[in-house]
């Protein structure tokens, strides 16, 4: 039967209900039980209350059953450390168990449990499944030994598990090589040290193991051998043949890491031959990657531009293959394009200048623009393809479509700066256009040809004056390019026109102008004009260095650094790894803080009603290094103890209040309402206070112990209690909490009729969420001598 009737159920009060059924005799039901309790944990709701009575299911035969439990074990082991430790000798038998799985279960979930108690009795079983028969177990031990080492790093290195680590790296089972090198990798990534050094017999080795490999092992081992540097050019022809044939995976993932290493062993090879020969094999998987869906096309494009600029040879004779089709989404569309950029050559250019032209007459108006702008690209970077841009540039300018026209203006001005003097006979068509330009580029690029070539266009002064006209309303850019050529006309043609111009725009320039800029060149001109004229003429009319064609090729270094990340999102975003993943480690539980956390706990009457859901670290994840940041928790389903509306944070937030006054850092000691022990890393200490012009006030002071980042975006909510309070404002005034500090504030209380609840007594459920924590459930007490509502002077129209 299905086991989606466990998540179903909407039944309350269901907690005794099951650890009655827990306790009962009858194995099935047992097994029913767990499963429920594990749906209830899996849909957000808090069943920590059962711990003792699903660990007591530990001792039993059914594989299922014991997944079950050790899964709710990892789930709730951080809030419950000392009920986790009676489950260490169920464990330390486990991973002696005749079945291999049960074995590499044991070793799994002990390693997924965060708290040192248990971590020291990890360190025998764990010494055993890496040296066990069963290559299974094996490999699921080499896992844990990174997730060891991120907990304790020093029991890792005392007790010789990176040796043997190592030495597992000569295994016999391909998944146990390729499991050894991703910990080693991680362990390295953690320390900063060298800990997988790589040598010709090392390399010999995981190569060895890569064709029996599954295709993830053939990822962790690909991308390990691309930090080996080769002896001499025979040895890095010799990775290469070895890895030549992962080319044809099915798996991406693999045909990148494997193109990844190939390149970067190219590098070291002497004959041309050989090269020219490895970029031929290079195509065919690169153009293969593109039969995918958009998705996977997008980031297929995102590596092979990478890829081509490294080694621009490999898809030099497949530009037909980036042709945009039809119904190829944007995305695709524009990275398709910028490829195509790169390819263009001699041999290719009519075929893709025939593209470019189909392109720019699309619908999609930022496609069109980049096709025009690539028509410009090809004119400037191939010199004897120049004048047929221009000719598909001029027909595009008749087609009168305004975005096409003005883009158009913008790129044979780039033209007229590569090529000067040479195509300056379509001035006329482009002064046609004048009175369809709107945009502050093209309008600067048109008046830069119009003050350029002033000696030639005989109404440049007019042309000039109609700019002038909206000079103020213009932006900074045209304004600079229009000062610019008023000064180049009046230099040309120093006439009566030219110099009513001049005088016009530089008065504003310097008078009526507040940017800096536009003010400062405009001194500079008035006084080299007035001064020397002919200076003036050697500044302004000066010979202007031919450009070039302009490329968004990466830097030369952060290149080389991206095609060591090929197949990662680094090669998707085209940035460095470390310029967006921040890597916070997770707070690993110390018996010593756990035991004050709890004694701490124990002497405010700290209450575990409510407990936050810990999220669990999967066993990848822990491998992988990924420490995502908690998830806000969903608002939990209605339950007896009212906490159905407890976090109703979508209202609309009222007015702020006024800002509450930060508590004194010598205030007297909170009680603690959120220790150290749930997991979360944060303390926070809380009471009900009367407020000093009556009322109340719930005075917060929040401890960052070990987050590990700052805290903010605080907010507070109270559920139905006695005395019907609610926070005046759910935003708390509270500064960030960086890690190691404490912030403190008073949050102004207000009486609403629709929570009171005199059911509750002095009980006060409060949740209050961060950004980065999510929400945190904890219960206070009202303190008895404000159980009975303030005296409140009443105003004098109440009379």
Not at 109 to 138: A, F, N, Q, S, W
Not at 358 to 383: L, M, N, P
Request: contains cysteine; hydrophobic residues 45%.
């Amino acid at each position: 039967m299905a086991d989606g009737k466990y998540f179903s159920t909407t039944k309350k009060g269901e907690i005794h209900e099951l650890k009655v059924e827990l306790g009962a005799l009858d194995k099935s039901k047992k097994k029913d039980a767990v499963k429920k309790v594990i749906a209830a944990m899996t849909v957000g709701k808090d069943v920590s209350p059962l711990f003792p009575d699903v660990i007591n299911q530990m001792q039993t035969d059914d594989m299922e059953l014991k997944k079950l439990v050790y899964l709710y074990l990892i789930n709730y082991a951080k809030t419950q450390p000392d009920l986790a430790i009676m489950a260490v000798n169920t464990f330390v038998k486990d991973s002696q168990d005749p079945n291999p799985l049960i074995r590499a279960l044991a070793v799994r979930t002990m390693g997924c449990i965060r708290v040192d108690k248990i971590t020291e009795y990890l360190c025998d079983p764990l010494h055993r499944c890496l040296k066990d028969e069963d290559p299974y177990v094996r490999k699921t031990a080499a896992v844990c030994v990174a997730k060891l080492y991120d907990i304790n790093a020093e029991l890792v290195e005392d007790r010789g598990f990176l040796d043997m680590l190592k030495d597992l790296i000569g295994d016999a089972n391909p998944m146990v090589v390729a499991n050894a090198v991703a910990a080693l990798s991680e362990i390295q990534e953690l320390s900063g040290k060298p800990v997988l050094e790589l040598t010709q017999a090392t390399v010999a080795k995981l190569l060895r193991a890569l064709n029996e490999c599954t295709e993830w092992g053939q990822v962790f081992i690909l991308d390990s051998v691309v930090n080996y540097t080769p002896a001499d050019a025979r040895d890095a022809e010799g990775v290469i043949e070895r890895v030549l044939p992962r080319l044809q995976h099915a798996n991406s993932a693999v045909v990148l890491s494997a193109i990844k290493v190939i390149i970067k062993n190219m590098q070291y090879l002497q004959d041309e031959g050989t090269v020219l020969q490895l970029q031929r094999k290079l195509a065919p998987p690169l153009v293969t990657l593109l039969g995918a869906e958009p998705e996977l096309q997008y980031v297929a494009l995102r590596n092979i531009a990478l890829v081509i600029q490294a080694q621009p040879g490999v898809l030099a004779n497949d530009v037909k293959v980036f042709f945009v089709k039809y119904n190829d989404p944007s995305y695709v569309k524009m990275e398709k394009l910028g490829i195509m950029m790169r390819l263009v050559n001699e041999r290719n250019i009519d075929q893709v200048l025939l593209e470019f032209k189909e392109y720019a007459t699309e619908v999609d108006v930022d496609f069109v623009r980049k096709a025009v702008r690539a028509i410009g690209y090809c004119a400037v970077s191939i010199q004897s393809a120049a004048e047929r841009c221009i000719n598909v540039l001029l027909e595009l300018i008749q087609t009168k479509v305004n975005y096409v026209v003005q883009e158009s203006i913008i790129v044979i001005k780039d033209i007229f700066r590569r090529y000067p003097n040479r195509y300056e006979s379509i001035i006329g068509t482009l002064c046609d256009s004048l009175e369809s330009l709107d945009e502050p580029e093209a309008k600067a690029s048109m008046i830069w040809i119009i003050g350029e070539y002033a000696e030639r266009i005989d109404n440049a002064d007019e042309l000039l004056e109609q700019f002038l006209e909206s000079f103020p309303e213009e932006t900074a850019q045209v304004q600079l390019q229009l000062m610019t050529a008023t000064v180049k006309l009046f230099l040309k043609k120093p006439v009566e026109k030219p110099q009513q111009l001049i005088q016009l725009v530089l008065t504003y320039a310097t008078q009526e102008t507040d940017n800096p800029d536009l003010r400062d060149r405009a001194y500079i001109y008035w006084r080299l004009l007035s001064t020397d004229p002919e200076a003036a003429k050697d500044v302004v009319l000066a010979e202007k260095p031919t450009i070039s064609a302009t490329s968004d090729a990466l830097d030369p270094s952060l290149l080389r650094e991206l095609l060591g990340e090929l197949g990662s999102l680094a090669s998707v975003y085209h940035k460095p790894a470390a310029s967006f993943v921040s890597k916070l480690r997770l707070a690993v539980q110390r018996a010593e803080d756990l035991a004050a956390a709890a004694a701490r706990g124990s002497a405010s009457g700290d209450s575990e009603a409510l407990t936050s859901a810990v999220v669990a670290e999967s066993p990848l994840a822990a491998s992988a290094g990924a420490t995502p940041t908690a998830p806000a928790a969903a608002a939990p389903a209605p339950v007896p103890d009212l906490l159905g509306d407890l976090l109703d944070l979508d209202v609309p937030a009222p007015a702020p209040a006024a800002a509450a006054a930060a508590a004194a850092a010598a205030a007297t000691e909170l009680p603690v309402v959120f220790g150290e022990d749930k997991g979360k890393g944060v303390v926070v200490r809380a009471s009900l206070v009367q407020a000093p012009a009556g009322g109340y006030d719930y005075e917060l002071s929040v401890s960052n112990v070990s987050a590990g980042v700052p805290l903010d975006g605080f907010m507070i909510q109270f559920n139905k209690n006695s005395l019907g309070l609610a926070p005046a404002s759910q935003a708390v005034q509270l500064d960030p909490v960086l890690p190691g500090a404490t912030g403190s504030a008073r949050v102004p209380m207000t009486h609403a009729a629709h929570l009171q609840a005199p059911e509750q007594g002095n009980v006060l459920q409060v949740a209050i969420k961060c950004n980065q924590l999510g929400v945190l459930y904890m219960n206070d007490t009202i303190p008895q001598h404000l159980m009975a509502p303030p005296a409140q002077q009443q105003p004098l129209d109440f009379f």
